[in-house]
């Protein structure tokens, strides 16, 4: 039974992407699916219910619907667990006399587990914290050891990039086989879908792959069903990456096939008001000009990054600037506040403490690299006379330039080197500082010494390196706050549709629950806004 088999886990932490072992793992897994997914793209096996018709499905038969989305879930336990939580209560309220109803079906829009998929990753990442929310709502049923059916609602879900490293074969047996996660049941039967809404709405959701393609068979879902839309149907496009805030980033593929879908919704009259994809962990919400719509009615477009589902979080004082924002879009609205994560950001100043396995590994290269000789008596023959610290010292070099990521911008090229030269300074003035303290020891003590120095050292230099490249160049977003971990500052969509607009509520968390946690969630309203 699935309690029985929960009641032995861990509650997992926040993945520690600084770990060795977890760079090692991740490294080894992205680039055998960057090397494989265009070979075996399982987008293309038949539908598991052999129709495509079984990838649409329609809630256009109710008076109004409401709705929820978010993305980057499947994390740390206590971020995961209160978004399972707020999505599975009866309702939210967010102020006295202001609730909101439970939404008759949730969206997860990319990366429904890290650091990776596979069967064990989504059952304790994902699915264990939405059955304990389950239980801990009185919704599940012991006889069963699953929710009660009056209790369920619908769950859809889009891949992104960690759902993509296994090849998409534990996504597709989660998610794609009608089964329960918590108080929700599945019922796409493929990694794309369309969800037919009241008053000529639609849900179109797309999967990208990591190549950043719409594979033909996807495509041509896609036009067929584009070729029974009525006139004036609206439509919100889902996709796991916003391209439009990536800018120079951005992959023009990714960015045609945007294009492509939404040619083929206003060839026929259709509109796209409504652009949702997640993969920054933040809120922000884009406002673009009057689209002109395919020579027929223009309309306003709104793209909205909602990546707040339980991963860390993403800082938002570096968007949108150095951005190339389509034409006309501007930012209006971010959570947290720029001002939040630039004061967050100083936590990389004890990167040392925080990510000390990395740290270690610093110190032990610091270790290595003098060990062979005396710091005061190296010369400009250092290198013929000791090829394996000069060798160590050019996979220093090349391995911390290459992280800089030099590819992106000139200047990253020297401030890479500028960060690789630090560290041989860091570990020649650790050997030439630290030995000196014990002069009358055994030869181990002034060695594990350099060693202990060697760590603090290079965590906090590799610490200073990643602020300094975040606040000042705006480069390692990714980077700098994945070493903090931080699982606060999470959020929700909660859409309700009606005849006359689909209005949006920004739901936020600013502090996640803690493991047991069984009360109401505190949240509070970042904003209300009607998309027509």
């Given at each position: 039974?699935?309690?029985?088999?929960?009641?032995?886990?861990?509650?997992p932490e926040m993945?520690?992407w600084?770990?060795?072992?977890?760079?090692?793992?991740?490294?080894?897994?992205?680039?055998?699916?960057?090397l494989?997914?265009s070979?075996i793209?399982?987008?293309?096996?038949?539908?598991?219910e052999?129709?495509?018709?079984?990838c649409i499905?329609?809630?256009?038969?109710?008076s109004?619907v409401?709705?929820?989305?978010?993305a980057?879930i499947?994390d740390?336990?206590?971020?995961t667990?209160?978004?399972?939580?707020?999505?599975?209560?009866?309702?939210?309220?967010l102020?006295?006399g202001?609730k909101?109803?439970?939404?008759r079906f949730?969206?997860?829009g990319?990366?429904?587990v890290y650091?990776?998929?596979?069967?064990?990753?989504y059952?304790q990442?994902?699915v264990w914290p939405f059955n304990?929310?389950?239980r801990?709502l009185?919704?599940y049923s012991p006889?069963?050891?699953?929710?009660k059916?009056e209790?369920l609602?619908?769950?859809?879900?889009i891949p992104?990039n960690?759902?993509w490293?296994?090849g998409?074969a534990?996504f597709?047996?989660r998610f794609?086989?009608r089964?329960?996660?918590g108080?929700?049941?599945t019922?796409?039967?493929?990694?794309y879908?369309?969800?037919r809404?009241?008053?000529?709405?639609q849900i179109?959701?797309a999967?990208?792959?990591l190549?950043?393609d719409l594979?033909?068979?996807?495509?041509n879902?896609f036009?067929?069903?584009a070729e029974?839309?009525?006139?004036?149907t609206r439509?919100?496009l889902?996709?796991?990456?916003p391209?439009?805030v990536?800018?120079?980033r951005s992959?023009?593929?990714l960015?045609?096939?945007?294009?492509?879908?939404e040619?083929?919704?206003?060839a026929?009259?259709g509109?796209v008001p409504?652009q949702?994809?997640?993969?920054?962990?933040n809120y922000?919400?884009?406002?673009g000009?009057r689209?002109p719509?395919?020579?027929h009615?223009?309309?306003?477009q709104t793209k909205?990054v909602?990546g707040?589902?339980g991963a860390?979080l993403?800082?938002?004082?570096?968007?949108?600037e150095?951005?190339?924002?389509?034409?006309g879009f501007?930012?209006?609205n971010?959570?947290?506040?720029a001002?939040?994560t630039?004061r967050l950001?100083f936590?990389?100043l004890?990167?040392?403490f925080?990510?000390?396995r990395?740290?270690?590994l610093?110190?032990?290269?610091y270790l290595?690299?003098?060990w062979s000789v005396?710091?005061q008596?190296i010369?400009?023959?250092f290198p013929?006379?000791?090829?394996?610290?000069a060798?160590?010292?050019i996979?220093l070099?090349?391995?911390l330039?290459?992280?800089?990521d030099?590819?992106?911008r000139?200047y990253?090229?020297?401030w890479?080197?500028?960060?690789?030269?630090?560290?041989?300074?860091a570990a020649?003035?650790?050997w030439?500082?630290v030995?000196?303290?014990f002069?009358?020891?055994?030869?181990?003590?002034p060695?594990l010494?350099?060693?202990l120095?060697?760590?603090a050292?290079?965590?906090?230099v590799?610490?200073?390196?990643?602020?300094?490249?975040?606040n000042?160049f705006k480069?390692h977003?990714n980077e700098a706050?994945s070493s903090l971990?931080?699982?606060?500052?999470?959020h929700l969509?909660r859409?309700?549709?009606?005849e006359n607009e689909l209005k949006?509520?920004?739901?936020a968390v600013d502090?996640?629950?803690?493991e047991?946690?069984t009360h109401?969630?505190p949240?509070r309203?970042?904003e209300?806004?009607s998309?027509?």
């Amino acid at each position: 039974m699935a309690e029985a088999r929960e009641a032995r886990w861990k509650k997992p932490e926040m993945v520690h992407w600084y770990d060795v072992g977890q760079l090692a793992d991740t490294g080894t897994y992205v680039f055998l699916s960057t090397l494989l997914g265009s070979m075996i793209d399982t987008r293309r096996f038949p539908p598991l219910e052999g129709d495509d018709e079984h990838c649409i499905v329609d809630y256009s038969d109710a008076s109004e619907v409401w709705f929820d989305y978010a993305a980057d879930i499947g994390d740390g336990w206590d971020a995961t667990y209160t978004m399972a939580y707020l999505f599975s209560s009866p309702e939210i309220e967010l102020q006295p006399g202001t609730k909101l109803p439970r939404a008759r079906f949730l969206v997860l829009g990319g990366d429904e587990v890290y650091p990776r998929a596979s069967k064990n990753e989504y059952a304790q990442r994902l699915v264990w914290p939405f059955n304990q929310a389950s239980r801990n709502l009185g919704h599940y049923s012991p006889d069963q050891d699953a929710a009660k059916p009056e209790h369920l609602r619908d769950i859809y879900c889009i891949p992104g990039n960690h759902d993509w490293y296994d090849g998409l074969a534990a996504f597709t047996r989660r998610f794609c086989n009608r089964r329960n996660i918590g108080s929700f049941q599945t019922r796409q039967c493929r990694s794309y879908f369309v969800l037919r809404l009241p008053h000529r709405w639609q849900i179109w959701a797309a999967d990208v792959q990591l190549g950043h393609d719409l594979d033909v068979h996807q495509l041509n879902f896609f036009r067929k069903h584009a070729e029974s839309l009525e006139a004036g149907t609206r439509v919100i496009l889902c996709l796991a990456e916003p391209e439009w805030v990536y800018g120079e980033r951005s992959r023009e593929d990714l960015h045609f096939n945007i294009e492509r879908l939404e040619r083929m919704i206003e060839a026929k009259g259709g509109k796209v008001p409504l652009q949702l994809a997640g993969d920054i962990h933040n809120y922000q919400r884009y406002e673009g000009p009057r689209n002109p719509g395919g020579g027929h009615e223009s309309y306003r477009q709104t793209k909205i990054v909602s990546g707040g589902g339980g991963a860390f979080l993403h800082p938002n004082h570096t968007y949108p600037e150095r951005r190339q924002l389509p034409r006309g879009f501007t930012c209006e609205n971010r959570y947290p506040d720029a001002r939040t994560t630039w004061r967050l950001s100083f936590g990389n100043l004890l990167f040392a403490f925080k990510n000390w396995r990395l740290s270690c590994l610093l110190g032990l290269v610091y270790l290595i690299l003098f060990w062979s000789v005396p710091v005061q008596h190296i010369g400009r023959t250092f290198p013929l006379e000791n090829p394996g610290s000069a060798l160590l010292m050019i996979l220093l070099f090349m391995g911390l330039w290459y992280f800089s990521d030099f590819r992106v911008r000139t200047y990253n090229f020297f401030w890479g080197l500028a960060h690789a030269a630090a560290h041989v300074g860091a570990a020649f003035l650790t050997w030439l500082w630290v030995p000196g303290l014990f002069p009358d020891t055994w030869a181990y003590v002034p060695r594990l010494a350099v060693f202990l120095v060697g760590s603090a050292f290079g965590g906090t230099v590799f610490g200073l390196y990643l602020l300094l490249s975040l606040n000042v160049f705006k480069i390692h977003e990714n980077e700098a706050f994945s070493s903090l971990r931080i699982p606060n500052y999470k959020h929700l969509l909660r859409f309700h549709l009606t005849e006359n607009e689909l209005k949006l509520h920004v739901i936020a968390v600013d502090k996640t629950a803690g493991e047991d946690a069984t009360h109401p969630v505190p949240t509070r309203l970042i904003e209300v806004r009607s998309i027509s």
